[in-house]
Protein backbone atom coordinates (compact mmCIF):
# COMPACT_ATOMS: atom_id res chain seq x y z
CA UNK A 1 0.00 0.00 0.00
CA UNK A 2 2.96 2.55 0.92
CA UNK A 3 4.61 1.70 -2.41
CA UNK A 4 1.65 2.49 -4.64
CA UNK A 5 1.07 5.85 -2.79
CA UNK A 6 4.67 6.79 -2.56
CA UNK A 7 4.94 6.29 -6.68
CA UNK A 8 1.31 8.07 -6.99
CA UNK A 9 3.40 11.52 -5.07
CA UNK A 10 6.09 11.66 -8.04
CA UNK A 11 4.44 14.81 -9.63
CA UNK A 12 6.72 17.53 -10.70
CA UNK A 13 6.55 21.19 -11.66
CA UNK A 14 5.99 19.87 -14.98
CA UNK A 15 3.10 17.29 -13.85
CA UNK A 16 5.39 14.47 -15.26
CA UNK A 17 6.06 11.29 -13.12
CA UNK A 18 9.30 12.43 -11.48
CA UNK A 19 10.11 8.89 -10.73
CA UNK A 20 10.31 5.55 -8.29
CA UNK A 21 12.30 6.63 -5.71
CA UNK A 22 9.08 8.30 -4.06
CA UNK A 23 9.29 9.42 -0.59
CA UNK A 24 11.89 10.21 2.17
CA UNK A 25 10.55 10.14 5.22
CA UNK A 26 7.23 12.24 4.61
CA UNK A 27 8.40 14.04 1.47
CA UNK A 28 7.57 13.41 -1.89
CA UNK A 29 10.37 13.66 -5.17
CA UNK A 30 9.79 16.37 -7.37
CA UNK A 31 11.16 17.69 -10.68
CA UNK A 32 13.69 20.71 -10.37
CA UNK A 33 13.26 23.93 -12.40
CA UNK A 34 16.50 25.15 -12.82
CA UNK A 35 15.79 28.98 -13.99
CA UNK A 36 18.12 32.53 -13.68
CA UNK A 37 17.40 34.95 -10.68
CA UNK A 38 15.79 37.77 -12.46
CA UNK A 39 18.00 40.86 -12.83
CA UNK A 40 16.85 44.58 -13.15
CA UNK A 41 18.66 47.88 -12.19
CA UNK A 42 16.70 51.04 -11.72
CA UNK A 43 18.27 53.93 -11.85
CA UNK A 44 17.44 57.03 -10.08
CA UNK A 45 17.30 61.10 -11.01
CA UNK A 46 19.74 62.71 -9.68
CA UNK A 47 18.78 63.80 -5.54
CA UNK A 48 18.64 67.76 -4.86
CA UNK A 49 21.56 67.25 -3.23
CA UNK A 50 23.72 66.23 -6.61
CA UNK A 51 21.78 68.99 -8.64
CA UNK A 52 23.06 71.50 -5.80
CA UNK A 53 26.59 70.42 -6.04
CA UNK A 54 26.03 70.18 -9.71
CA UNK A 55 27.17 66.78 -10.63
CA UNK A 56 27.10 65.27 -14.17
CA UNK A 57 25.28 62.35 -15.29
CA UNK A 58 27.27 59.33 -16.30
CA UNK A 59 24.80 56.81 -16.84
CA UNK A 60 22.20 56.61 -19.32
CA UNK A 61 19.39 53.59 -20.25
CA UNK A 62 19.87 53.32 -24.07
CA UNK A 63 16.83 50.30 -24.23
CA UNK A 64 15.02 48.02 -21.98
CA UNK A 65 17.44 46.40 -21.17
CA UNK A 66 20.85 48.01 -21.27
CA UNK A 67 22.61 50.46 -19.80
CA UNK A 68 25.59 52.56 -20.64
CA UNK A 69 27.99 54.48 -19.75
CA UNK A 70 27.88 58.12 -21.68
CA UNK A 71 31.51 59.14 -21.92
CA UNK A 72 34.38 57.66 -23.34
CA UNK A 73 36.29 55.18 -21.81
CA UNK A 74 40.04 54.68 -22.74
CA UNK A 75 41.76 52.69 -24.70
CA UNK A 76 42.50 49.52 -22.71
CA UNK A 77 39.89 50.14 -19.27
CA UNK A 78 38.50 47.46 -17.99
CA UNK A 79 35.53 48.10 -17.76
CA UNK A 80 32.61 47.70 -20.06
CA UNK A 81 30.81 50.57 -21.72
CA UNK A 82 27.26 48.77 -21.46
CA UNK A 83 25.94 46.56 -19.00
CA UNK A 84 22.79 44.46 -19.91
CA UNK A 85 19.95 42.86 -17.53
CA UNK A 86 16.24 41.22 -18.56
CA UNK A 87 14.97 44.93 -17.41
CA UNK A 88 16.61 48.08 -16.81
CA UNK A 89 14.23 51.40 -15.85
CA UNK A 90 15.52 54.98 -16.42
CA UNK A 91 14.77 57.91 -14.11
CA UNK A 92 11.23 58.39 -15.58
CA UNK A 93 9.96 54.92 -14.84
CA UNK A 94 7.51 55.04 -12.51
CA UNK A 95 7.91 52.37 -9.39
CA UNK A 96 4.70 50.67 -10.56
CA UNK A 97 6.83 49.85 -13.59
CA UNK A 98 9.58 48.76 -12.21
CA UNK A 99 7.26 46.37 -10.27
CA UNK A 100 5.62 45.21 -13.49
CA UNK A 101 7.82 44.87 -15.39
CA UNK A 102 10.53 43.70 -12.45
CA UNK A 103 8.97 41.13 -9.43
CA UNK A 104 4.68 40.95 -10.43
CA UNK A 105 5.85 37.54 -11.76
CA UNK A 106 8.03 37.03 -9.42
CA UNK A 107 5.73 37.64 -6.33
CA UNK A 108 2.37 36.07 -7.84
CA UNK A 109 4.66 32.57 -8.59
CA UNK A 110 4.46 32.28 -5.22
CA UNK A 111 0.72 32.50 -4.75
CA UNK A 112 -0.38 30.21 -8.00
CA UNK A 113 2.84 28.00 -8.21
CA UNK A 114 5.81 28.05 -10.45
CA UNK A 115 4.96 29.84 -13.82
CA UNK A 116 1.45 30.63 -12.57
CA UNK A 117 0.60 26.28 -13.00
CA UNK A 118 -1.06 25.98 -9.81
CA UNK A 119 -1.61 21.62 -9.49
CA UNK A 120 -4.02 19.73 -6.91
CA UNK A 121 -3.04 16.20 -5.88
CA UNK A 122 -4.71 13.63 -3.60
CA UNK A 123 -4.62 10.06 -3.16
CA UNK A 124 -7.74 7.71 -2.96
CA UNK A 125 -6.67 4.34 -2.05
CA UNK A 126 -9.11 2.16 -0.44
CA UNK A 127 -11.54 5.12 -0.39
CA UNK A 128 -8.64 7.02 2.04
CA UNK A 129 -8.64 10.54 0.92
CA UNK A 130 -4.58 11.95 2.01
CA UNK A 131 -4.09 15.46 1.99
CA UNK A 132 -1.08 16.76 0.01
CA UNK A 133 0.73 20.21 0.79
CA UNK A 134 2.03 22.38 -1.79
CA UNK A 135 5.55 24.48 -0.35
CA UNK A 136 6.60 27.34 -2.87
CA UNK A 137 8.71 30.38 -2.04
CA UNK A 138 9.80 33.69 -4.00
CA UNK A 139 11.47 36.58 -2.83
CA UNK A 140 12.67 40.20 -3.94
CA UNK A 141 15.96 42.01 -2.99
CA UNK A 142 16.55 45.79 -3.23
CA UNK A 143 20.45 45.88 -3.98
CA UNK A 144 22.66 49.37 -4.44
CA UNK A 145 24.64 51.41 -2.29
CA UNK A 146 23.54 53.69 0.24
CA UNK A 147 20.91 56.58 -0.99
CA UNK A 148 20.48 55.03 -4.46
CA UNK A 149 16.68 54.66 -3.55
CA UNK A 150 16.37 51.34 -2.48
CA UNK A 151 14.39 51.63 0.67
CA UNK A 152 11.74 53.76 -1.85
CA UNK A 153 11.74 50.89 -4.20
CA UNK A 154 10.92 48.21 -2.19
CA UNK A 155 8.18 49.92 -0.63
CA UNK A 156 6.39 50.03 -3.55
CA UNK A 157 6.95 46.64 -4.70
CA UNK A 158 5.62 46.00 -1.57
CA UNK A 159 2.48 47.80 -1.69
CA UNK A 160 1.79 46.88 -5.50
CA UNK A 161 2.15 43.32 -4.28
CA UNK A 162 0.21 43.12 -1.41
CA UNK A 163 -2.66 44.70 -3.80
CA UNK A 164 -1.96 41.49 -6.50
CA UNK A 165 -2.45 39.21 -3.11
CA UNK A 166 -5.75 40.34 -2.35
CA UNK A 167 -6.76 40.86 -5.47
CA UNK A 168 -6.08 37.56 -6.49
CA UNK A 169 -7.50 35.82 -3.25
CA UNK A 170 -10.89 37.68 -4.27
CA UNK A 171 -11.07 35.95 -7.88
CA UNK A 172 -10.29 32.68 -6.31
CA UNK A 173 -13.40 32.72 -4.74
CA UNK A 174 -13.04 28.43 -4.21
CA UNK A 175 -10.13 29.03 -1.72
CA UNK A 176 -9.98 29.98 1.62
CA UNK A 177 -7.21 31.99 2.41
CA UNK A 178 -4.97 32.69 5.87
CA UNK A 179 -2.47 35.22 5.33
CA UNK A 180 0.39 35.50 7.92
CA UNK A 181 3.77 38.14 8.68
CA UNK A 182 6.70 38.32 10.17
CA UNK A 183 9.36 41.04 9.79
CA UNK A 184 13.05 41.29 11.25
CA UNK A 185 15.79 43.30 10.90
CA UNK A 186 19.87 42.28 11.00
CA UNK A 187 21.24 45.55 13.27
CA UNK A 188 25.44 45.05 13.61
CA UNK A 189 24.92 41.09 12.71
CA UNK A 190 22.22 40.78 15.78
CA UNK A 191 18.89 39.98 14.33
CA UNK A 192 15.92 41.46 15.96
CA UNK A 193 11.68 40.54 15.70
CA UNK A 194 10.31 43.94 14.43
CA UNK A 195 6.75 42.87 15.36
CA UNK A 196 7.98 42.07 18.83
CA UNK A 197 11.15 44.39 19.78
CA UNK A 198 11.44 43.72 23.05
CA UNK A 199 11.94 40.28 22.77
CA UNK A 200 15.53 40.75 22.38
CA UNK A 201 18.22 38.88 19.87
CA UNK A 202 16.98 36.17 18.64
CA UNK A 203 19.24 33.44 17.43
CA UNK A 204 19.27 31.10 14.03
CA UNK A 205 18.66 27.59 14.38
CA UNK A 206 19.27 24.77 11.79
CA UNK A 207 15.95 22.85 11.15
CA UNK A 208 16.63 19.43 9.27
CA UNK A 209 13.19 20.22 7.15
CA UNK A 210 13.04 23.87 6.95
CA UNK A 211 16.87 25.08 7.12
CA UNK A 212 18.12 28.07 9.05
CA UNK A 213 15.10 29.56 11.05
CA UNK A 214 14.71 32.92 13.08
CA UNK A 215 13.88 31.60 16.89
CA UNK A 216 10.94 32.68 18.90
CA UNK A 217 10.18 35.09 15.34
CA UNK A 218 6.85 36.51 15.82
CA UNK A 219 4.37 35.65 13.39
CA UNK A 220 1.04 37.44 13.26
CA UNK A 221 -2.48 36.47 11.41
CA UNK A 222 -3.59 39.17 9.07
CA UNK A 223 -7.43 40.14 9.35
CA UNK A 224 -7.08 41.65 5.69
CA UNK A 225 -5.61 44.42 3.38
CA UNK A 226 -6.01 47.62 5.88
CA UNK A 227 -4.29 45.11 9.37
CA UNK A 228 -1.59 44.18 6.60
CA UNK A 229 -0.28 47.70 5.59
CA UNK A 230 -0.93 48.81 9.29
CA UNK A 231 1.80 45.95 10.35
CA UNK A 232 3.96 46.46 7.56
CA UNK A 233 3.54 50.43 8.43
CA UNK A 234 4.52 49.28 11.76
CA UNK A 235 8.41 47.12 10.91
CA UNK A 236 9.46 50.10 9.07
CA UNK A 237 9.11 52.19 12.27
CA UNK A 238 10.78 49.80 14.31
CA UNK A 239 13.86 49.59 11.76
CA UNK A 240 17.05 51.22 12.61
CA UNK A 241 17.51 54.61 10.65
CA UNK A 242 20.14 56.89 10.60
CA UNK A 243 21.52 60.17 9.22
CA UNK A 244 24.50 60.39 7.62
CA UNK A 245 26.35 63.19 5.17
CA UNK A 246 24.41 61.08 2.04
CA UNK A 247 21.35 60.31 3.63
CA UNK A 248 19.31 61.94 5.81
CA UNK A 249 17.10 58.72 6.51
CA UNK A 250 19.69 56.00 5.84
CA UNK A 251 18.63 52.54 6.61
CA UNK A 252 21.08 51.64 9.14
CA UNK A 253 19.92 47.72 8.94
CA UNK A 254 19.00 45.28 6.51
CA UNK A 255 15.08 44.48 6.68
CA UNK A 256 13.50 41.32 5.69
CA UNK A 257 9.25 40.68 5.60
CA UNK A 258 8.13 37.61 4.72
CA UNK A 259 4.15 36.87 3.80
CA UNK A 260 3.03 33.26 4.07
CA UNK A 261 -0.36 32.73 2.52
CA UNK A 262 -2.05 29.27 3.21
CA UNK A 263 -5.14 28.18 1.01
CA UNK A 264 -7.18 25.31 0.98
CA UNK A 265 -10.58 24.73 -0.93
CA UNK A 266 -13.46 26.48 0.52
CA UNK A 267 -15.83 24.28 2.30
CA UNK A 268 -14.03 21.49 3.19
CA UNK A 269 -14.91 18.84 6.08
CA UNK A 270 -12.76 17.43 8.76
CA UNK A 271 -11.57 13.94 7.28
CA UNK A 272 -12.78 15.57 3.52
CA UNK A 273 -9.88 15.41 0.68
CA UNK A 274 -8.49 18.65 0.05
CA UNK A 275 -5.11 20.34 -1.07
CA UNK A 276 -3.36 22.94 0.71
CA UNK A 277 -0.69 25.31 -0.75
CA UNK A 278 1.14 26.90 2.00
CA UNK A 279 3.44 29.80 0.01
CA UNK A 280 5.79 32.55 1.15
CA UNK A 281 6.81 35.75 -0.53
CA UNK A 282 9.78 37.96 1.14
CA UNK A 283 10.62 41.40 0.81
CA UNK A 284 14.76 42.30 1.28
CA UNK A 285 15.33 45.69 1.70
CA UNK A 286 18.95 46.15 1.84
CA UNK A 287 21.22 48.17 3.57
CA UNK A 288 23.50 50.10 1.48
CA UNK A 289 26.76 49.75 0.44
CA UNK A 290 28.29 53.03 2.34
CA UNK A 291 32.36 54.64 2.36
CA UNK A 292 33.16 56.49 5.44
CA UNK A 293 35.41 58.95 2.80
CA UNK A 294 31.81 60.10 1.08
CA UNK A 295 29.66 59.08 4.61
CA UNK A 296 32.12 61.05 7.29
CA UNK A 297 30.70 58.45 9.82
CA UNK A 298 32.59 57.89 13.02
CA UNK A 299 31.43 56.10 16.00
CA UNK A 300 27.86 54.29 15.69
CA UNK A 301 27.39 55.25 12.35
CA UNK A 302 31.25 53.87 11.43
CA UNK A 303 30.22 50.64 13.30
CA UNK A 304 27.00 50.35 11.57
CA UNK A 305 28.59 51.20 8.28
CA UNK A 306 31.48 48.27 8.91
CA UNK A 307 28.73 45.85 9.31
CA UNK A 308 26.76 46.64 6.75
CA UNK A 309 29.70 46.43 4.50
CA UNK A 310 30.82 43.05 5.83
CA UNK A 311 27.54 41.50 5.01
CA UNK A 312 27.10 43.08 2.19
CA UNK A 313 30.98 41.50 1.29
CA UNK A 314 29.31 38.23 1.87
CA UNK A 315 26.77 38.37 0.26
CA UNK A 316 28.66 39.41 -3.04
CA UNK A 317 31.12 36.44 -1.74
CA UNK A 318 28.03 33.95 -2.28
CA UNK A 319 26.94 35.13 -5.49
CA UNK A 320 30.54 35.35 -6.94
CA UNK A 321 30.87 31.49 -5.99
CA UNK A 322 27.21 30.64 -7.50
CA UNK A 323 27.81 32.79 -10.79
CA UNK A 324 31.22 30.30 -11.27
CA UNK A 325 28.89 27.51 -12.59
CA UNK A 326 27.66 24.06 -10.36
CA UNK A 327 28.70 24.36 -6.60
CA UNK A 328 31.16 21.69 -6.98
CA UNK A 329 33.24 23.52 -8.96
CA UNK A 330 32.76 26.95 -7.25
CA UNK A 331 33.98 25.31 -3.83
CA UNK A 332 32.84 25.79 -0.49
CA UNK A 333 29.64 28.55 -0.68
CA UNK A 334 30.32 30.75 2.45
CA UNK A 335 26.64 31.22 3.42
CA UNK A 336 27.45 30.91 7.33
CA UNK A 337 29.65 34.04 7.13
CA UNK A 338 27.03 36.19 7.49
CA UNK A 339 23.52 36.02 9.30
CA UNK A 340 22.09 37.67 6.20
CA UNK A 341 23.42 35.24 3.72
CA UNK A 342 22.57 32.17 6.09
CA UNK A 343 18.84 33.13 6.22
CA UNK A 344 18.33 33.79 3.02
CA UNK A 345 19.75 30.71 1.52
CA UNK A 346 17.69 28.70 -0.38
CA UNK A 347 17.06 32.29 -2.00
CA UNK A 348 20.28 32.22 -3.59
CA UNK A 349 20.83 29.29 -5.70
CA UNK A 350 18.13 27.67 -3.76
CA UNK A 351 14.64 26.25 -3.89
CA UNK A 352 12.86 29.71 -4.79
CA UNK A 353 11.81 31.91 -7.57
CA UNK A 354 14.16 35.30 -7.11
CA UNK A 355 14.10 38.65 -8.14
CA UNK A 356 16.90 41.49 -7.37
CA UNK A 357 16.20 44.81 -8.54
CA UNK A 358 19.62 46.66 -8.13
CA UNK A 359 19.26 50.91 -7.71
CA UNK A 360 21.96 53.18 -8.64
CA UNK A 361 22.93 56.85 -8.92
CA UNK A 362 23.89 58.49 -11.80
CA UNK A 363 25.87 61.09 -10.50
CA UNK A 364 29.67 61.06 -11.17
CA UNK A 365 30.74 61.33 -7.83
CA UNK A 366 29.15 57.62 -7.15
CA UNK A 367 30.73 56.25 -10.18
CA UNK A 368 32.47 53.12 -9.03
CA UNK A 369 30.18 52.69 -6.00
CA UNK A 370 27.77 52.44 -9.26
CA UNK A 371 29.83 50.08 -11.25
CA UNK A 372 30.39 48.35 -8.29
CA UNK A 373 26.38 47.88 -8.30
CA UNK A 374 26.40 46.90 -12.27
CA UNK A 375 29.31 44.43 -11.81
CA UNK A 376 27.07 42.64 -8.96
CA UNK A 377 23.91 42.46 -10.34
CA UNK A 378 25.97 40.93 -13.73
CA UNK A 379 27.07 38.27 -10.92
CA UNK A 380 23.62 37.84 -9.76
CA UNK A 381 21.92 36.98 -13.58
CA UNK A 382 24.26 33.91 -13.91
CA UNK A 383 22.38 32.69 -10.61
CA UNK A 384 20.63 29.61 -11.37
CA UNK A 385 17.93 28.55 -8.77
CA UNK A 386 16.01 25.21 -8.54
CA UNK A 387 12.51 26.29 -8.03
CA UNK A 388 10.39 23.09 -7.44
CA UNK A 389 6.94 22.61 -5.99
CA UNK A 390 7.28 19.86 -3.03
CA UNK A 391 4.58 17.66 -2.76
CA UNK A 392 4.68 16.71 1.12
CA UNK A 393 2.44 13.91 2.75
CA UNK A 394 2.09 14.32 6.02
CA UNK A 395 2.75 10.57 7.99
CA UNK A 396 0.54 11.88 11.04
CA UNK A 397 -2.42 12.41 8.68
CA UNK A 398 -2.12 9.35 6.97
CA UNK A 399 -2.24 7.52 9.94
CA UNK A 400 -5.13 9.36 11.58
CA UNK A 401 -7.44 8.50 8.11
CA UNK A 402 -6.43 4.58 8.62
CA UNK A 403 -7.35 4.47 12.27
CA UNK A 404 -10.73 6.46 10.86
CA UNK A 405 -11.00 3.59 8.39
CA UNK A 406 -10.16 0.67 10.47
CA UNK A 407 -12.80 1.49 13.24
CA UNK A 408 -15.67 1.83 10.97
CA UNK A 409 -15.33 -1.13 9.45
CA UNK A 410 -14.37 -2.83 12.40
CA UNK A 411 -18.01 -1.34 13.87
CA UNK A 412 -19.16 -2.49 10.67
CA UNK A 413 -18.88 -5.84 11.25
CA UNK A 414 -20.00 -6.13 14.81
CA UNK A 415 -23.43 -4.42 13.45
CA UNK A 416 -24.32 -6.05 10.32
CA UNK A 417 -27.18 -4.73 9.87
CA UNK A 418 -26.28 -0.93 10.79
CA UNK A 419 -23.41 -0.92 7.52
CA UNK A 420 -24.66 -0.04 4.13
CA UNK A 421 -25.12 -2.24 1.26
CA UNK A 422 -22.42 -2.92 -0.90
CA UNK A 423 -24.46 -1.10 -3.53
CA UNK A 424 -24.93 2.16 -1.29
CA UNK A 425 -21.41 2.06 -0.35
CA UNK A 426 -20.60 2.06 -3.40
CA UNK A 427 -22.66 5.12 -4.45
CA UNK A 428 -21.51 6.99 -1.46
CA UNK A 429 -17.69 6.42 -2.44
CA UNK A 430 -18.73 7.67 -5.95
CA UNK A 431 -20.88 10.86 -4.80
CA UNK A 432 -16.98 11.47 -2.64
CA UNK A 433 -14.82 11.17 -5.51
CA UNK A 434 -17.21 13.24 -7.55
CA UNK A 435 -16.84 16.53 -4.81
CA UNK A 436 -13.12 15.85 -4.96
CA UNK A 437 -12.93 15.57 -8.41
CA UNK A 438 -12.47 19.74 -8.97
CA UNK A 439 -9.14 19.76 -6.83
CA UNK A 440 -7.15 16.43 -8.79
CA UNK A 441 -4.89 17.33 -11.44
Known amino acids: MTTSMERAAGFGVGGGM ?4 GLSEDRAKARDREEKIYVTVRLRPLSSKEVANRETTDWECTNKQTITFKHPLPERSPYPSSYTFDRVFGPDCPTKQVYNDGAKQVALSALTGINYSERSLCF ?24 SGKTYTMRGIVESATIDVYSHIQKTGEREFVLKISGLEIYNEVVKDLLNPESGPLRLLDDPDRGTVVERLKEEIVRDY ?11 AQRQV ?30 SPFKSLIASLNFVDLAGSERASQTLSEGSRLKEGCHINRSLLTLSSVIRKLSGGSKSKSGH ?13 HSLGGNARTAIICTMSPAHVHVEQSR ?14 SARVNLVVSDKVLVKQLQKEVARLEAELRVPEASLSSEALLQEKELQ ?8 L
Open 18 to 21: VGEG
Open 124 to 147: IYLFIIVPVFNNLAATIFAYGQTS
Open 226 to 236: DHLQQIIRSCE
Open 242 to 271: GETMLNDTSSRSHQIIRLTVESYPRGVLDG
Open 333 to 345: IPYRDSKLTRILQ
Open 372 to 385: NTLFFATRAKEVTN
Open 433 to 440: IQKVHPHI
